[in-house]
């Protein structure tokens, strides 16, 4: 990055008490979104060299200090693919818009219905009959243009795993059926990414962080033909209101945020199980030999 | 303390009644095994996908004391 580019930075850039009375030197979005115009740079790219520079970008002031201005550089360098924009994926690719990671990948084939309203963050009476990948891309440019984001309008599966997930630091499994999960599983095993799987029915749903070479879904599912008959799932029986998805998705990108920042407690072989209804969070250990 | 077993989801309609809360109160007789004691409730194993016992995982011939905290999960694929 030339001096130039730093130095309009410097200029743009201007100081404000923050709610906890701490000086802090800030840029804000119009003076960014400047910037990058001006040199022909993402505003991404202007925001990293404000952060580079101590710099805090005014819309992630509130992520301090819980997010350290290192640690917000660290997600801006982060590449995540969400595999589902329903349920789970709309509210998923929301936070992680907001939380800046720089580089997102939606995969969703499908197509907004009326049922979808229950329940789906990108979802609204405008959007039916709309992709809900390309949704997701509105969503995310509209949320945080610091955020790259690329769609595919596909089913993920052997022939395309490669191309979407390749360069991804983690994977979110937010599909919505056993047997897509475990196609899933097995291209981020063969790819060496870790992933985060989260599921659910009623009120009640888990997460599971699965890591390269570990027994991951098998756990949870036993084989592969587990949850072929769909119509008696509990998820179909029961349903999906709002609530569950979007208190799973935010479990599933505590889980994103730790392993890309190192830090905290990762729910590796084991679930971690929650009723709403009875308001109980529950660990589960699973033996690693099955 | 007796056996306590908590149900997830669609398995709860096997036992009437069944409270989300408190789970089920349930009394062995001699040395059984979590199929034995699903079988007494009436609970398809077919149905049962992870059986947790005091919190770790459980094949279901694990032989119960008759004190522990039994969960059983079906499978839950939604998203």
């Not at chain 1, 990055?1 to 404000?16: A, F, G, P």
């Not at chain 1, 800046?100 to 990948?105: F, M, R, W």
């Not at chain 1, 897509?180 to 990414?193: H, N, S, T």
Request: hydrophobic share 40%; aromatic share 6%; charged share 25%.
């Amino acid at each position: 990055m030339n001096e130039n580019v730093r130095e309009l930075i410097r200029s743009k850039s201007r100081e404000v008490v923050d709610p906890a009375e701490r000086k802090v030197s800030v840029l804000e979005e119009e003076q960014a979104q400047g910037i990058a115009g001006e040199c022909g740079l993402k505003i991404k790219d202007v925001y990293n060299e404000a952060m580079e520079m101590g710099i805090y970008p005014y819309r992630y002031l509130r992520n301090m200090e819980t997010i350290s201005l290192e640690e917000q550089i660290e997600l801006s360098k982060s590449r995540v693919a969400v595999v589902g924009a329903g349920g789970l994926g709309g509210n998923v690719i929301v936070l992680l818009a907001r939380l800046g990671i720089g580089h997102l990948a939606v995969v969703d084939y499908d197509i907004f219905d009326e049922t979808n309203l229950n329940r789906q963050a990108l979802s609204h009476v405008n959007s039916l009959g709309k992709s809900k990948s390309g949704e997701a891309v509105e969503l995310v440019r509209s949320v945080n243009p610091g955020v790259h984001v690329i769609s595919y309008q596909e089913k993920l599966d052997f022939s395309n795993a490669f191309e979407v997930l390749a360069d991804s630091d983690v994977v979110v499994d937010a599909l919505d059926n056993i047997p897509d999960r475990f196609v899933l599983e097995r291209a981020c095993r063969d790819l060496r990414i870790p992933f985060v799987h989260g599921a659910l029915a009623g009120f009640e749903g888990q997460i599971m962080t699965i890591f390269p070479g570990d027994p991951g879904l098998r756990h949870l599912y036993g084989n592969e033909r587990s949850g072929s008959d769909k119509s008696k799932s509990p998820e179909s029986v029961l349903g999906v209101p709002a609530p569950t998805p979007s208190l799973i998705a935010t479990l599933q990108v505590m889980e994103v945020l730790k392993i890309l920042l190192k830090r905290g407690k990762v729910f590796r072989n084991m679930m971690l199980h929650v009723d709403m209804e009875t308001g109980e969070m529950n660990e589960f250990v699973f033996d690693n030999h099955l | 303390m007796p056996l306590k077993i908590f149900l997830s989801s669609t398995l709860r309609k096997y036992v009437p009644g069944y409270d989300p809360t408190n789970g089920v109160v349930f009394s062995l007789k001699g040395e059984r095994t979590v199929k034995d004691m699903c079988e007494q409730m009436n609970i398809p194993a077919d149905k049962i996908k992870i059986i947790m016992v005091n919190g770790k995982s459980q094949s279901p011939d694990h032989i119960l004391k008759g004190d522990e905290r039994v969960g059983l999960f079906p499978p839950v694929g939604g998203g």
